[in-house]
């Protein structure tokens, strides 16, 4: 043991070979100075601090160490001070590749910190030597150190059960007993309960026995020494030689490991027994994985955690070897995960030349032993070590290994089932947003590019959607692809062969692994949902599950969209229908239309408007309101408008036509609503409009005179489809040159904005400010008054005919 205080320093190059490298110089340092119970720690706290600064920062790293009787102090200094560390040591979020390294390491001293410099920086720990948590097991007292000069060995007799029967001069010196004080007693009476291992109360059964443990001085003060206890060879007792606990060189034997009983509750990984509790789960398992290392003396340890539905292995710890690993997928038959046809048996690598190992691929690692992780009977991962020499490992070391990967099974199986319940949750809200975002479209090309988008990258690296056309056969509709300049050489790839025909092609751009799903909806199948992945990459069975789930919510959102497209597109015909489908021209005449129907996707409701001819230079128009708005009111509307062209056109003037369309809609029974219009029979001559018209209970049409003088024509008579019975009057008019008829619906004049409403006021206002204006523009006008009279949109349907008189 050197003399206490003691200094070392030393440099590493920017070179992750460095890593190992300053733990090996902190391991033999303080097994030179007599510091074994801060080995273990020592070498992670040096092996984090070395990453974070050869690594992360790409600078020569100096390591410090100093250790004196009290405690170590770790320094370690990088030439990046620009580069800071956090503030705190909050545990990172789970999905995070990094960041634990000085959470783990600052939960092993009692006390850090970081210093800065204009050229360096600086972070020191200081471990104190009784509260390493490496240490097995807190004291119960302060432990006694003691002076040796030259070779001192205390020799003890004890007789066959156990009692001292001789006590020489070197243990007197060591421990401060007298002979007169122990001879007679039990010699396990003056060994501590608490610390190091148990000697054997009885005689020694074999040649030797080897082991630690602390004798009570004779204030009861621990004493830890090394003691070799071997049998008698002149009685059935056992002679025991003792030393302090750092000259066990002077009498340990070579085959130690071999006949030393361990402790029972020793754990292999030499954590604290609470480390489990203090640190979640996702940390622990980082800092056994570099204890295994450490206790190995690997260059690279991992462990593997399994998947519930299949064969394939995942990183979630490694040390030594990339970070960017974790989160890697091995699938059953690779290098370095458990055998499927022999799980419990440990897997060895002895040269990565011959077997490709995807794990140390880009590393100078050359061979690797790995060996399952058994919870309750059950293989649920792999622990392995790695080492840059061929043939790198001993049997000896895999019995070793096994017994690590056997202390953190217990951790192992609760990340499992933490990982298995992250990865279910996060496909649930995947599949249950992919649904709420397929639901919310109607439309059948958008809901097709949601389902690209949904399905691209997230389950497949590029897509194709086919519908079957009139003879069953898929035509493709859709193509995407996560890189957006390979979607046309995909399109031209795909059009080439039926999605059922896509394995086994010799395409480049279709290379991979391919699934292709039936879109089935209400029982019926209707199309195909192509996915592509990268070779060797194929869906797992949990991926597969919620493939399938997206799928059949994509084939439901399709058909929905295909079905309301249909829908729409037939009423779209039958409101078209009610409508004329152009404006005539009429000599004499200028004429302008505005309609806007309430409510989204209407293109008719219940007013309408019509002008059409009936014989050469008479014409007939009308505009009519029905009560309501909707489908119910425009089969109305089309009753009204093709009974007043067919009775018109027939020769029927008039009034005696409304008198018979008041019965064709009280015939209608249930269905019937009542209506209001205006219709006028008119011919131009001489300049002049005549005009013969009835008002059924609708709003009287205003007549612009050229000088802009607004007046109403046409009294009110009982509107349509209330009375069985109405007599019609007819009212002969005359128009001018250049005087214009506006005839509207209620829903100009009843526009509110508020208390507010446009009236007849409104109007006439507008009318007059109208001028010469052409019949269109003043029909557009009315329109922009009754859309900005409110800052909210109309609620009701809005019909203008607007005729000029132009001669």
Known sequence: MSALPQRARRSFVADPRSVGQARRF????????????????????????????????????????????????????????????????????????????????????????????????????????????????????????????????????????????????????????????VVGRAFHQLVDPVAGERPPEGPVTTDTWQGAYALLSPEGVPIPVFASHAASSHGDGSSVLLVPEERRALIEHPARAQSTTPRRDADPLRLRNDALLRLAVDDYLPLATERVRDALDADAAYLLIGHEVDDAFEVVAVSGLPDTLRGTRLVAGEPGIPDPRSPHLPVLVDDAANDKVRLLEGTSARSLVAVPVVAAGRVIGSLGVASESRHGFSDDQCVLLQQLADSLALAADRARLQASERERRGWLTFVAEAGDLLAASLDQEMTMAMTGHIVVPRLATWCAVYLDDDRGEPVLQ????????????????????????LDGTEDAVLAGELTTLRLVARGRGFGHLTLGRPAGNPLRDDVKLVTDSIARRAALAIDNARAHGALMSTGQALQNSLLPPSLPDVTGLDVGVVYAAAGEGTA???????????????????????CGTGAEAAAVTGLARHTIRALTRAGFPVA?????????????????????????????????LHLSLVNAGHPAPFVTAADGNVRRIGAPQPLL?????????????????????VALTDGVLERRDGGRMIDDEGVVAELRRAGDLPAQTVAERVRRLVVEFADVPPSDDMAILALRVSG
């Open 26 to 181: 902190a391991r033999e340092l303080l097994e030179e100075w007599g510091a074994p119970e801060l080995i273990d720690n020592a070498a992670l706290v040096v092996s984090e601090l070395v990453t974070n600064a050869v690594v992360h920062t790409g600078t020569t790293a100096v390591v410090d160490l100093r250790l004196d009787a009290a405690s170590l102090r770790v320094e370690v200094a990088d030439q990046h001070p620009t580069r800071t560390l956090p503030t705190g040591t909050s545990t990172p979020p789970a999905d995070a590749e990094g960041g634990r390294g000085l959470m783990i390491t600052s939960s092993l001293a009692s006390s850090w910190g970081v210093e800065y410099t204009p050229v360096s920086k600086r972070v020191w720990l200081v471990c104190d030597r009784e509260r390493s948590p490496g240490r097995q097991g807190p004291p119960a007292r302060a432990r006694q150190s003691v002076a040796v000069h030259g070779t001192t060995v205390g020799v003890v007799e004890l007789a066959g059960d156990g009692t001292v029967v001789a006590w020489n001069a070197d243990a007197t010196g060591l421990f401060g007993w007298q002979p007169e004080q």
């Open 478 to 501: 859709q193509v995407w692809h996560a890189d957006e300049r390979l979607v046309e050489d995909l399109r031209n790839s795909l059009a080439k062969a039926r999605p059922d025909e």
């Open 604 to 626: 008719a409701g219940g007013d309408f408007y019509d002008l059409f001819p009936l014989d050469a230079g008479t014409w007939c128009f009308v505009v009519g309101d029905v």
């Open 656 to 688: 005696p036509m409304l008198e018979r369309l008041n019965a064709a809609i009280l015939d209608e029974g249930e269905r019937s609503r009542f209506l209001t219009l205006v219709c006028g029979i008119f011919r131009i001559s001489g300049g002049r």
């Open 721 to 741: 489809g209330v009375l069985d019975r109405v007599d019609y009057l007819a009212e002969e008019h005359v128009l001018e040159r250049g005087e214009l008829l």
